[in-house]
């Protein structure tokens, strides 16, 4: 089956879908972007993605392209021609197509709007998460706005890379004072000693990501201790279990951080509970 991506109004065949040499995506990186779980062909937490779209748009001045209804329409369409049933939904938008010049283009440039869907491996995803992931360690060299779901990703990139070159699957982000702020495309979260499970609490450093809101509210539900507040990498390869949230892998248990193991090597039971968990504490559209 080939596979549907809409463009800027129309759903054309992914191999042919094109945006212009001109978009400002392509030529600056001026734009924002939602991922969403598409789970039993719903999505999962659309309204806290188009909430966080709205805000990431508002704080870069980039108008919505279209109201929030005529975009679920345009995610949904797009899983339905895909036929995805388990897999991601990706939105991307970016301040439209202009004559290349730094500062905004005129008033009224339309935005551009780009969504694919495709299908990922359930089983093996859940292979992943048996086994747990590795993460290596590496300075944060992001600009100060992170809380922005923008496409200029490119530290992400260059630390992902770095994971994959030491034969992990995810970097994290360490600040000037030795904490942890997130993962390169994911947020951190360990489960101290005590039992206390800690995350960094958001402010512009980090992107409040949504799969971080819903494993709050599971952690409130099974009755967890929660602390919001920043840990420092020493700290984490101390943890009795690390793991990662994001909505294209939910609760992903971490085992090794920079090549030593975490607690016993294996994915703990908070991380798995969690994990189990996220369903519930999610909304599906
Ligand atoms: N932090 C970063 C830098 C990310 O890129 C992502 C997801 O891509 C997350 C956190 C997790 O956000 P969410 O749970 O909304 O997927």
Redo the contacts with the bound molecule.
Sequence with gaps: MSRIAYVNGRYRPHRDARIHVEDRGYQFADGVY????VRGARIV?ER??MA?LTRSLAELRIGLPMGLAALSVVLHETVRRNRVRDGIVYLQVTRGVARRDHAFPAAGTAPSVVVTARALDAAKAEKVAADGIAVVTLSDNRWAR?DI?SVS?LP?ILAKQAARDAGAREAW?IDANGFVT??????AWIVTPEGEVVTRPVDNS?????????VLDAIAAQGLRLAERPFTVVEAKAAREAF?????QIVQPVVRIDGAPVGDGRPGPVATALRREFHRHAEFT
């Design positions: 939602e991922v969403c779980e937490d806290r993605h966080r992170p779901k990703l992400n982000f997130e993962g390169a495309s994911s947020n980090i992107l409040n990501g949504i799969s971080r809101t819903v990662v949230t994001a909505a294209s």
